[in-house]
């Protein structure tokens, strides 16, 4: 627990000094971000990303990651970075984004969240089950979860932040499971609004996904929950 309190604190100190950073680079860019945001329009995001010119890069990660840490969907953002910066890097950087966005928000709801969900799980016996279970298979829980596309992000935050599950086994489990997620919701919102050219490639992912995810499933339900 000491270990996981100073990277707590670092990562603190870390995000107070990256939002202080850019706050002195853009004194606007919160304001405009904001109204991007809510704005929930892809062409609109693209735009205000591509208008950073060489920092466009940099700044469609900082868009993506502020937005995971908040638990909103990204889907928009990241759709967004495939478009301008195609399918290879828009996956990459929006992987990252949303891997280091996922953290940063899990550290700061266990902060809030966890000291208050212990009182309520020690007056239950079957949450208390619950909360030992997420223990025990939070890796192999979180990861199943953070693999599926377009599954809300702010949710599994906050569950991570409510359970038991180590920090180490959230950050592997997100790190790993956002790949294949991030990866699909790029590669379909890429080709949904370049259809296009990208018909075929578009039918070809969304039957791999259906196939793939199906298998996922299947797995889980025989080879995981089986066990419990």
Do not use: C
């Amino acid at each position: 627990m000491n270990s996981e309190k100073k990277i707590r604190l670092a990562g603190y100190l870390l995000i107070v000094f990256f939002i202080g950073g850019i706050y002195i680079v853009s004194p606007n860019f919160y304001k405009n971000l904001f109204h991007v945001i809510i704005s929930g329009n892809m062409t609109e995001i693209a735009a205000y990303i591509d208008s950073f010119g060489m920092m466009a890069i940099f700044f469609g990660f900082v868009l993506v990651l502020l937005i995971n840490i908040v638990g909103l969907p990204s889907i928009f953002a990241i759709t967004a970075n495939g478009l301008l910066f195609g399918p290879t890097i828009g996956i990459i950087i929006s992987w990252l984004a949303e891997t280091a966005g996922v953290i940063i928000g899990f550290l700061f709801m266990r902060t809030i969240l966890r000291p208050s969900a212990e009182k309520l799980i020690h007056k239950s016996k079957k949450l208390s089950k619950i909360d030992d279970l997420s223990g025990k298979n939070g890796f192999k829980v979180m990861l199943f979860l953070r693999s599926l596309p377009y599954f809300p992000s702010g949710v599994l935050t906050a569950f991570g932040a409510i359970s038991k599950i180590s920090l180490r086994d959230y950050s592997l489990s997100s790190f790993i499971g956002k790949l294949p997620a991030t990866a699909l919701e790029v590669m379909i919102g890429h080709d949904v609004f370049t259809y296009n050219q990208n018909l075929k490639r578009l039918a070809i992912i969304i039957v791999l996904a259906i196939i793939v995810y199906g298998g996922l499933w299947f797995f889980n339900k025989k080879y995981i929950d089986g066990k419990k």
